[in-house]
């Protein structure tokens, strides 16, 4: 199994080849190579999730498309025209402008496929212990209320099903309440249990609270440098925007290593560092500097594509595209059969992985 940091920085080189560009190509490619890593990562043991990145992504796309050319009047190619006094999508409705609105929902399918396979290759447990330890009780709190969710669908069927073989039909709102009347008693005693377990074990006992001012103005500013490079990088891709962005980056990373040490913190499994996590740590640093900043040799103003005013052909560089199949990476260490699901994750078995 990849290492849990090495997931992290495909996480963020994936993130960044869709931040960076609405060219169709580039996106398509992308789509494509998370698509084939989200097929090769489903776990055959685990239970079927009802949740698909596929549908969402076209109902996305869609709605993506639909909104960005009601609300933006912009382009020559003109399908029709709402009446002029009707409040924002009053207009002409161009072609210009559903193709952009389209490719912002290719992205944000790319970015739901990137973290849910996330999700599927790595346990709760293994995300909680990169949290920075500075803010570790409040992540694992989050981290807990999230498992809830799939458990709570997966103890809605079943009580559904057991409901069923008794005899009970859904005919009305009223025969609602022998399915929600057994789902909230269960998830009450499964809260006071899980509650019970993490006080044995003397979770969020440490006070970590006493976070000095230099170590607060360290995170806020490097937040603030992190915003304003990215700003920068994305809109003039400038060598300010990566220097700023690197620069913020270090801040609010030393400030979380410095607070994090005042948390006191113990671990009795050392995740391993393999080969190949250092060859796919390598290929994501490679596609982030690839796509962020100018490298001799590869045009990136193929990245760039807007079809305002009129709908183009966009550009194509062979070497990008080539670059994008690095997130295709993972498929070569990835046995399906071990894969752990979070939707399988139980809360009371999660408290049980934090000593």
Do not use: C
């Not at 979380?256 to 948390?263: E, K, P, Q």
């Amino acid at each position: 199994m990849l290492n849990t940091y090495t997931w992290l920085a495909w996480l963020v080189a994936a993130l960044i080849s869709l931040s960076v560009t609405r060219n169709p190509f580039y996106l398509g490619l992308s789509l494509l190579w998370l698509s084939i890593v989200w097929l090769r990562s489903a776990n055959r043991n685990a239970p079927p999730v009802p949740f698909s990145p596929f549908r969402f992504g076209v109902v996305v796309i869609t709605l993506s498309a639909v909104f960005n050319a009601l609300m933006v009047h912009v382009g020559t190619t003109v399908l029709f025209r709402l009446p002029a006094d009707w409040l924002l999508v009053g207009g002409a409705i161009t072609l210009e402008a559903a193709v952009y609105g389209a490719l912002n929902g290719m992205a944000l399918t790319g970015f739901l496929l990137a973290f849910s396979i996330l999700n599927r290759v790595l346990p709760v447990h293994a995300l909680v212990r990169v949290i920075p330890r500075a803010f570790y009780p409040v992540a694992v709190v989050i981290s807990i209320a999230i498992t809830f969710i799939p458990v709570t669908l997966r103890q809605f069927r079943q009580i559904k099903e057991a409901q069923a073989v008794r005899g009970h039909q859904l005919r009305g709102v009223k025969d609602w309440l022998p399915l929600f009347l057994p789902l909230l008693i269960g998830g009450l005693e499964h809260a006071v249990n899980l509650a019970e377990a993490m006080t044995a074990r003397g979770f969020a006992a440490a006070d970590v609270s006493s976070h000095t001012m230099v170590t607060r103005l360290a995170m806020v500013g490097g937040l603030l440098l992190v915003l304003i490079g990215w700003t920068q990088q994305l809109l003039w891709s400038t060598g300010w925007g990566t220097a700023l962005l690197a620069t913020g980056v270090l801040l609010l990373g030393g400030a979380l290593y410095f607070a994090g040490r005042r948390v006191p913190h113990t671990t009795y499994r050392r995740r391993r560092w393999h080969r190949r996590d250092t060859v796919l740590a390598a290929i994501a640093f490679v596609m982030a500097g690839v796509m962020l900043a100018p490298v001799p040799g590869i045009e990136r103003l193929s990245l760039v594509y807007y079809p305002y005013p009129a709908l183009a052909a966009p550009a194509f560089n062979p070497m990008i595209g080539l670059i994008t199949a690095g997130l295709l990476a993972p498929v070569f260490w990835l046995k399906p059969e071990n894969k752990v699901s979070l939707t399988g994750n139980d809360p009371w078995t999660m408290a049980n992985d934090f000593d």
